[in-house]
Structures are given as C-alpha cells and as structure tokens.
C-alpha cells in the first residue's frame, strides 16, 4: 500500500515558545537555528523504516546539512524532530517533502523564518547569561540617555521587535540591500555570518545611497517629515519605510538610528544595547586629535571640520570575531553605528568595531576602530582665531572626549556606566600608553610614515577659570550661572573679561548667540574673584526651541600682558518639563485602565495646542494621542 501524506501538524505554539519566538507569531513557524523543531505528518498508514523513505529539501541559505530524526511513529502519524546547523543562513525557508524516492515530485510542507539564535552555545552570538538575553534579545522597551556629561538625561523608548509585521520587514530590509540587489545568491549566502548582518543593517537604517530606511537632519526646519525629538518608538518608523514602497522616512538624528537598528537586531536574534556616549568627538581625518576654534571674543564659529557632540548614540551588538584572530580576544560586545557620519569602504556604516579593540588602542582592526577610538579618546585642541589672522593655542585636554558612556542595566531602569570597557582612567599612565599605541597603528601615521612628537607637559596657567550653576537649569526660567577666576601670582592682575553664550544644537554645531556681557577685572593675588551670570528666559526662550543646550564660554586677557589669554567653557542643559502618570494599583489583561496624568508649567506664557501621546508594545494597537 503506497505512503500519502493525509495531514500535517507544524506545533507551531509549542514550537514558537520552545524558541522563544512565541511573541513574534502563534500562526507562523518562527525558529532560531541550532535548535530543533518537530513536525507531525499524518499518513494514510504505518511509516516503515526499513521500506518507506522521506526526503526533506529546505530552499534558500547555504549548504549546510540539517539533522533529521525520527521522533516518534504510530499507525497514522510520525513526528520528525529537525535540528539546523547554528551557522545556517539567517531568512525565509521552504520546508518541502518527497516520498519514495529523490527523482519524487516535491510537496511544500510549510514556510518558516531562521533567526540567530543567542541561547545555541555553537552560535556565534551566543550570550551566555540568561538575564542578560533576556535584556538584549526579549525586551521590548528600553532607555536612551541624552543630555550632557553633567546632566544626563534619557528617553523611554519601545523597540517592539516583536510586533505585527516586525521580522518580515526586517527580512525585506535585509532583501533591499544593495549587495543583495546586485548578488542575492551570494548576499543569501553571507547571512549566516553576523558580522555580514550586522553591517548591513548599519549601512540600511540610513538612507543614504541606498534604499535605507531614515533620512537624516539635524537642523530645522523639519517640513514633510517628523521631527527627530517626536519619535519614540522604532514600530512606528519600520511600518512607515514598508508601506510607503522603501521610501525614507524623515526624520532622524543618532538616538532614532540607533533605536531602530536595535530594534532590527533583537529581532533577528542578535543581542544588541544601546549605548550613549557623551562628550562624543567626531574626528574627520583618523588624526586622533579635534581641533576646535573660538574667536577672541569667546565666539565659537558655525563651521568647523571636527566637533565635539554634547552625546552621541550608536548600538553594540554580541558576536564572535574570528576574522579577527584564532582566538576570542576580540569577541563579545561590537560597535555598530547607523547615523550617516563617515563612509566605510564606500558606505555609511560603521562597525562592527570590537570594543576590545579601542580599549587597547588597535586601530589597524576591522572595521571602524580608529573613528570608534577617537569618539571615546581623541585629545582636545583648542585654538583661538586671533584678528590678524593668526591662531594661538590655548591648552590641550587629554580627558574631555568620551565621558559617563551609558546603557541601559540589566533588568532595571537606571543608567549603566560602561566607560570603562571602553577605555583606562583618564590621566592613568595605560591611557597614554594605549592612545600612543592607537596612533602609531592608526591611518595618520600610514599616510605621514611618522609617528607626532611627544606631548610636552602644558605649565599651569597663572589664571584659572570655572564656569559654575548658581541654581537649577531649568526651561522656562531664568539662568544664574558664576563664573570664577582664581590667581596664584604674587600681585593684582588688570582682566577684560568677555562672555557669550550660545545656543548649540547637540552635535556641537553653533546655532545662535543668545547673550553677551564685557566686564573689566582687578584679581588680586592668590584670591578668587566671582562674576555672576544672569541670562533671563526671555533671551534664550525662543531660540532653545529647537536646540539641545547653551555653552557659555569666558575668555579673559591680561590687559598689561596682552599675550597671556585664558579661555573656558560649560555646556548647560535644561531641565525638561515632566509628566506625572499615576495609574491605579493592579491592571488586568484585556480590560480599561484609568491614568491620571499631571504637568505643571512652569512657563511665563500660556502654552496652547498640546498633546499626549500613549504607546506601549503588546499593550495597545498604535498611539493614542489626546489633544
């Protein structure tokens, strides 16, 4: 009596949840691979193995084998256990059968999904710590911190990796790369690799020169698009790329690159976090060193090659890096940064950059070390632009780039300080030693075949200065800020003292002047002298609109010593207006819950045209926004 297929039962529930892809999908077969699933096949009778043959044949991916076993069999039915190798191709798979014999017709079993698979030791993204996995795979909501060094701020944000239509719009992404445009057997193939994936979702969150999925812009105004402030969640973003036939969404700034690139690897199964690094040099030449520029009065010019970003945000993903070494010494946590700043080897990505790596100062390493290193450790260079034309060097600061790198903890919502894996105490003797090391390796030193001459010990200024708050920062009132001056010298000193404040947007780009103060100084020796600073609401109110903070800066000459100038600055940012959401005790599944939401405004005008939004992923279908 020949063999037929009657029935299939794909345990899809049971499946799914053993794969822990259940919040994905309960309809479709959702798999991590290295990990096995079990089919049922009803049949019109008894299999025997000694004369009865099925052949399995999964389309698309490389040529792995997978593992087939007989699970169990009885009169009607038997049920295979399928078990994938941990380095198959990420994406779509057709499972098909065939009875008898190879030459048979093959019949389509079912579609599923591969994801990588952080719980498969064989994985090359396998994270050995089930609270972490639990943090850098499953969770849906996470924290971005923002701000400044000094006051650090953050935004909730839901990542919804696991919502409606999420890991299809991720395969899609994958598809419209342009590697997989013009080779899709050889992109298909190269997906097994996280390294590959992960670099081409950097390249793919951007749009520039690709079909990516943000367009960015860091100034207003934002017509035709979105704000980068408005966005709060990364479903939101994806949905609007795929329905509008991959057309870029606008607009984002590094946060929401970020976000939305975390949110494509938790999907995919690569465990990711995002990370903010405050105090972040953007270095354009690979010289390790940002050069900044200030006019003789304290003014800091609009244009400059480098900057120093207030904070920048950029992912870590966790994978192996055997194209690295034949050891793990470069495994673990990668740098991976969607915002369009550089091009790497012809595109806007960057990493995967092993943090190992710029910890130790190895810049000659794939990909991206030597932009990475100089985010977190560049020497700072400031420079006044005097008006005959000529430039005085003011001081170099060896510690004020890359400060208070955060990430969201484990399990918990409060900040994780992870500058340390990053980089050795400032003005330790190792972090000298390895920002040497990473200039000796480094581009600069290939191109120039010399290696910069060591730093001679700067002598300490006669004068010293420090900008100070009197009183909170906050928006909507007004700034009371000191600035002191302090002398060591044995006699009176005769100062001009010019100050400005500026509005800056957060990637350390100029915006406007907001205020300006002259003031002539007698500081007697060996004591301080304070000069307070009162910069009214009614002056920056307007213009903090659209910008991230203030920096107030000093600078102070000797009147009978022209030459001996002294500079300092502070970037402030305000505090926000909060809201307060209470919500009553308990909340059950399925029915209303009551919020009580409060905001008090602390502002001299009467604000019109407000709105709430509430998102929550798994909670609610969409936003719901109150006016």
Not at 546 to 552: A, F, G, Q, T
């Amino acid at each position: 009596m020949a063999l037929d297929i009657t029935k299939l039962e794909l345990h899809v529930e049971r499946n799914n949840t053993e794969h822990r892809t259940n919040e994905i999908s309960v309809n479709r077969l959702m798999l991590r691979r290295g990990q096995r699933f079990q089919l049922t096949l009803y049949t019109t009778r008894k299999v025997l193995p000694e004369t009865d043959t099925v052949f399995l044949t999964v389309e698309t991916g490389g040529k792995g084998r997978w593992k087939v076993e007989l699970v169990e069999s009885c009169s009607s039915s038997f049920t295979m256990g399928i078990t994938s190798p941990a380095d198959a191709c990420v994406g779509s798979y057709k499972l098909s059968f065939r009875l008898g014999s190879e030459n048979a017709v093959p019949q389509l079993l079912t579609n599923l999904v591969l994801l990588f698979n952080p719980w498969c030791a064989e994985d090359w993204v396998y994270l050995p710590e089930e609270a972490e996995r639990q943090e850098y795979v499953m969770a849906e909501q996470g924290i971005i911190y923002t701000g400044t060094r000094h006051y650090i701020g953050s935004r909730d944000w839901n990542y919804g990796q696991f919502e409606e239509d999420m890991v299809d719009i991720c395969m899609k992404l994958l598809d419209m790369n342009p590697k997989c445009l013009r080779d899709p057997a050889e992109d298909f193939s190269a997906r097994c690799n996280p390294i590959y994936v992960a670099r081409v979702v950097s390249a793919m969150i951007n749009s520039n020169g690709d079909h990516g999925v943000l367009a960015g812009l860091w100034q207003p105004p934002y017509s035709g698009g979105v704000a980068p402030s408005h966005w709060d969640d990364s479903v939101e973003i994806l949905q609007r790329w795929y329905s509008s036939n991959f057309s870029p969404v606008k607009y984002g700034q590094c946060w929401v690159f970020a976000a939305v690139m975390c949110t494509v690897l938790r999907c995919l199964g690569i465990p990711c976090r995002v990370v903010t690094n405050f105090q972040s040099a953007h270095d354009t030449d690979k010289s390790l060193t940002i050069d900044e520029y200030y006019s003789d009065n304290g003014l800091q010019p609009k244009e400059s090659p480098d900057s120093v970003w207030n904070f920048h945000v950029w992912v870590e993903g966790w994978m192996k890096r055997p194209d690295l070494c034949g050891d793990s010494t470069y495994d673990g946590w990668q740098v991976l940064d969607p915002t369009p700043q550089a091009k790497s080897e012809g595109v806007f990505c960057c990493g995967p950059c092993p943090v190992k790596a710029v910890l130790e100062g190895h810049t000659d390493l794939k990909y991206d070390v030597p932009f990475v290193f100089a985010e977190v450790n560049a020497d700072q260079v400031t420079w006044m632009l005097m008006r005959d034309g000529t430039k005085h060097r003011l001081h170099t600061d060896t510690s004020n780039v890359g400060q208070n790198i955060s990430t969201k903890a484990v399990g918990a919502d409060r900040r994780e300080d992870i500058t340390a894996s990053y980089k050795y105490p400032e003005g330790s003797q190792r972090e000298r030693r390895v920002y040497e090391e990473a200039v000796r390796r480094g581009e600069m030193t290939k191109w120039c075949g010399v290696l910069p001459a060591p730093q001679v010990p700067q002598k300490p200024p006669k004068v010293t200065l420090q900008i100070t708050e009197t009183g909170l920062a906050i928006n909507g009132k007004d700034l009371e800020l000191c600035l002191t001056l302090s002398s060591k010298h044995s006699a009176p000193r005769e100062l001009s003292v010019h100050l400005i404040a500026q509005a800056m947007r957060y990637t350390g780009v100029p915006d406007c002047q907001v205020w300006s103060a002259v003031e002539n100084v007698r500081l007697q020796p060996r004591q301080d002298h304070k000069i307070p600073i009162w910069i009214p609401f009614s002056l920056y109110g307007t213009k903090m609109l659209d910008n991230d903070s203030l920096k107030v800066s000093a600078v102070v000459r000797d009147k009978q010593h022209p030459g001996e100038v002294y500079f300092t600055d502070e970037d402030i940012t305000l505090q926000s207006l909060k809201l307060n959401i209470e919500t009553q005790e308990s909340c059950e599944q399925y029915s209303e819950v009551t919020a009580l939401i409060t905001f008090h405004n602390r502002l001299s005008v009467t604000l019109k045209h407000c709105s709430i939004s509430l998102k929550g992923s798994g909670l609610l279908f969409g936003t719901m926004e109150t006016k």
